[in-house]
């Protein structure tokens, strides 16, 4: 393991960056060290927090899940990948095969069609910044404009995320899942 870029912050925090930590971690866990490292900044963290989108948003979580992670997964992002199995993946009912099937092959995994045009969804932003002629209208047969609106912005943070995790070398949680060792990306 490379050393961290940046040393994450130690309590005490700010009363600022207090109230964040405590609205968005777990009563009794300590917060995370992307969070602590972002604190470094208080301003970037405040505002990347604001734009966090864990909430009930249009999409079910099973749906968010999926796009994180496979986001995640193609950005490189063990980190932020491994916090969200350890935190979500049994919540979003995503049995093992499905949670390698996010750093497989889209057409090779274990999820249903439905759920692999999410995948082809992030292959495709991630590969090219767009969404082909040939995906959009099948998306658009599944989800609302609301819906690809949100699915679009979750690709899009969790590049931010990814990149924060990778460039400052954030060190690793514990608890976090590990990605498989037969990762195509």
Same mark, same amino acid.
């Given at each position: 393991m490379?050393?961290? &870029? ?10 600022? /960056?207090?109230?964040?930590?405590e609205?968005? @971690? ?9 969070? %602590? ?9 405040? %505002? /990347? @927090? ?5 909430d %009930?948003?249009?999409?079910t979580? &099973? ?9 995640c ?6 980190y932020? *990948?491994g916090?969200? @199995? !350890?935190?979500?993946?049994? &919540?979003?009912r ?15 995994? !274990?999820?249903? !069609? &439905?759920?692999r ?15 082909s002629?040939?995906? *959009?209208?099948a998306? !658009?047969?599944? *989800?609302?404009?609301e ?15 990814? $990149? @924060?995790?990778?460039?400052? %070398? ?8 590990? $990605? ?6």
């Open positions: 490379t050393e961290p &870029r940046i040393a994450p912050l130690d309590a005490p925090y700010s009363a600022p /960056v207090a109230a964040a930590l609205r968005i @971690m777990p009563a009794g866990a300590p917060p995370l060290a992307l969070f %602590r490292t972002l604190a470094v900044n208080e301003r970037v963290f405040l %505002r /990347v @927090m604001a734009g966090g989108l864990l %009930r948003g249009s999409i979580l &099973r749906e968010r899940e999926i796009v994180i992670d496979r986001t997964a193609r950005c490189g992002s063990e932020e *990948w916090v969200h @199995m !350890a935190f979500f993946a049994a &919540r979003a995503l049995s093992s095969e499905e949670v390698a099937s996010t750093c497989t092959e889209p057409e090779t995994g !274990a999820f249903s !069609a &439905r759920e045009l999410l995948l082809r969804l992030v292959d495709e932003l991630h590969d090219t910044a767009q969404v002629e040939a995906l *959009w209208p998306l !658009a047969a599944e *989800w609302t404009a819906q690809l609106i949100e699915l679009i912005a979750l690709t899009g943070f969790y590049h931010l995320i990814s $990149f @924060m995790t990778n460039a400052l %070398r954030i060190p690793k949680e514990a608890y976090g899942a590990r $990605f498989p060792p037969d990762r195509a990306h």
